[in-house]
Nanobody, 131 residues
């Protein structure tokens, strides 16, 4: 089992920045990749950014150049630096941890931005961008 706790959400004006954190605990050695997802009211959950155990990253087109995912393995903490925020970024943000092998992901034709690739989820932190 892996427990994930997000923090750092809040309200910010358009153009502002926030940094989200996700503290992982439990059997973190089983985690092979992690990601941030978000879900706005009335919309489906979408993958925002993912990071592999080798440090490789992937981003949704809507956040490329504005968001940066990173991790501190010594602290078992995942981060999402969000810059140039706009109203479309308003959502509940979730941290997720995946345990599947690259072979399984290829077999299932899943990217690390797909929520089906993830087993463990945090409770979420709200981000609101408004003037």
């Amino acid at each position: 089992q892996v427990q994930l706790v997000e923090s750092g959400g809040g309200s910010v004006q358009p153009g502002g920045s926030l940094r989200l954190s996700c503290a992982a605990s439990g059997y973190t050695a089983s985690t092979k990749y992690m990601a941030w997802f978000r879900q706005a009211p009335g919309k489906e959950r979408e993958g925002v950014a993912a990071i592999g155990g080798d440090g490789s990253t992937s981003y949704a087109e809507s956040v490329k150049g504005r968001f940066t995912i990173s991790q501190d393995n010594a602290k078992n903490t995942l981060y999402l630096q969000m810059n140039s925020l706009n109203s479309d970024d308003t959502a509940m943000y979730y941290c997720a941890a995946g345990v599947r092998t690259p072979f399984w992901l290829r077999l299932e034709r899943l990217s690390t931005l797909s929520d089906r690739a993830y087993l463990y989820w945090g409770q979420g932190t709200q981000v609101t961008v408004s003037s």
